[in-house]
Structure formats: C-alpha cells, structure tokens
C-alpha cells in the first residue's frame, strides 16, 4: 500500500507537469515530425527544416523573462559564429505568437522563435513543463539525427555549450 506522502507527491507531479511526461529524445533519434507557427505566423515544419546540417532547437519557459533573454542573446551573440558551422537555430516556448514576435523584436533575434501554444513541439521532444512551461533544454541535430542534448541547458553560456560540443566533434 502507497504511503499518503507516494500518493502526495505522484498527485502533485501530475498537477505541475500537466500530466504529461514523455521521454526526452536520445542521441541517434531523429528531429521529430512536427510543425508549428513560428513570430510571423508562418508555419514552420522542423524535420524539413532541419534535413540537412545542424539545426538546434532550444526550449524556454517564457519570452523576455531574465532567465530566457539571456539564453536567446546568447545564442543572438555567436549568431555568427554558429552560422559559419551550419547552424539553423529554432527557439521553442509555449508563448502565443505575438508574445514570440516582440521577444524577437526587443531583442533583435536573427533566427526564428516557435509559438509553441498547444506544447504540440514540447512533447514530441519529451521535454519537461511546469505549470505549462516548458524546461530549458537544448537538442542539436545534425542531418536530422540528434548529435547532442543539454537536458540543463544554460541561460548565458547556451551559445558556448553549443560551439563547444562542435569544436569536438
């Protein structure tokens, strides 16, 4: 028989995540199948987009929080740096399009920001949500197989974390 404090904290656990819990991608497993509207409306089908050299798709909890600016300006930062390596870059969140849209704009963003409203992306990538947001992860695939995932993706150093792992490989 489950003690009451087992049955608290599964009761719990359910509420905060919504009740989903997928499995996060492993390495070797493909960009999932999944489409979703990117800050001008436009729908954006991430296995065609990421087919052919390296794609990163980064999550975040909320646009223009501390925490999910600074990860974004990072990665707006080495823009360059990571471009000269191939690298397409989606940002994910469960924000609704118009709050992607001024992320992008208030921060002079270059690359696309996912409006992720129904987490039909979030789930297809196993990433975790509290309270309906989404955990800071990061995946980076290449010739849509993933090559790397950060399961603990860093606000200011995502940029580095990323050209560091493509540096070694």
Known sequence: MKSITQIFSAVTATILTGGAHAEPLAVGASLPVVEQKNQ????????EAGAKGYTLVYFYPKADTPGCTKQACSLRDSYTALTEKGVKIYGVSTDK??????????????FDLLA???????????VPKNMGFSKRQAFLFKDGKLVWADQNASTEKQAEDVLKFLAGS
Do not use: R
């Open 40 to 47: 001008d409306d436009q729908l954006v089908k991430l296995a």
């Open 97 to 110: 399009v118009e709050a992607q849209k001024a992320f992008k704009e208030k921060y002079k963003l270059p």
């Open 116 to 126: 992720d409203s129904d987490s039909k992306v979030v789930d297809a990538f196993g």
